[in-house]
């Protein structure tokens, strides 16, 4: 059974709409992750938070916001999707230096 | 950068055949290399990884993988295939010189083990 939790499961969502994708852990991981899923393509690093400092990935820059008030949460937030945004999204968690990622069985975002 | 290909999309195999899933990477620095299963339904779970030592690494459930240098290949292999090995597995790269496990995935192939 997976530790990293992720809600919802399914999305659906307005063009133009903001979205708020919710992650957590329970194995006080210092390292959180977001990748997007899309079909027949391979995960993509969006961003991840290394305690309270938050890393973006150069392209997903400003298109992606994230917060992180506590060691479990991580939050994924898409201030107005578009039709791109449709996708898998993926949270990960990990120790520091550990090389050893543990996914959350993702959030299927649907826009509409 | 980095990059990870799976070349076979889709593999179909019958319970108790061996398998073996590709995977071939461009990078010329220190990485790990790993694989991950993928479930229907799940998230994906890490099956093994590699640094240096053995180029053979073992993982759970009868996975194995080898590392080669000159071929840049990292593929998986089970001897003996079950109904349940069915998923998409994944492989990734990462930098050794990072202590965050940035991977970067393959597009990934999908394992059908037909009774």
């Known amino acids: 059974d997976t530790t990293v939790k992720q809600n919802p499961r399914y999305k659906l969502a307005r063009v133009g709409k903001p979205v708020n994708l919710i992650c957590s852990q329970t194995?006080?991981?210092?390292?959180m992750y977001w990748y997007q899923k899309k079909p027949n393509q391979a995960p993509k690093l969006l961003l991840f938070y290394y305690d309270k400092i938050l890393n973006r990935e150069a392209d997903t820059f400003e298109k992606f916001q994230s917060s992180r008030p506590n060691n479990s949460f991580c939050s994924l937030y898409i201030g107005s999707a578009g039709l791109e945004y449709s996708a898998m999204y993926l949270c990960?968690?990990?120790?520091?230096?550990?090389?050893?990622?543990?996914f959350g069985a993702g959030t299927r975002l649907s826009v509409l | 950068t980095q990059t990870v290909s799976q070349s076979d999309a889709h593999v179909t195999v019958f319970e108790g055949d061996s398998v073996e899933l590709r995977c071939n990477y461009s990078y010329g620095g220190s990485i790990y290399l790993s694989w991950y299963i993928q479930h229907h339904g799940r998230g994906l779970q890490f099956l093994l990884k590699y640094y240096s030592g053995n180029p053979v690494v073992q993982g759970v459930n009868g996975f194995e993988a080898e590392f080669s240098k000159s071929d840049s290949s990292f593929h998986l292999r089970k001897a003996s295939v079950h109904w349940s090995d069915s998923a998409v597995y994944f492989c990734a790269v990462s930098l050794a010189s990072s202590s965050f496990s940035k991977l970067v995935f393959g597009q990934g192939t999908s394992l059908s083990v037909v009774p």
């Open positions: 194995m006080n991981h210092d390292t």
């Open positions: 990960a968690s990990s120790k520091y230096s550990q090389n050893t990622l543990y």
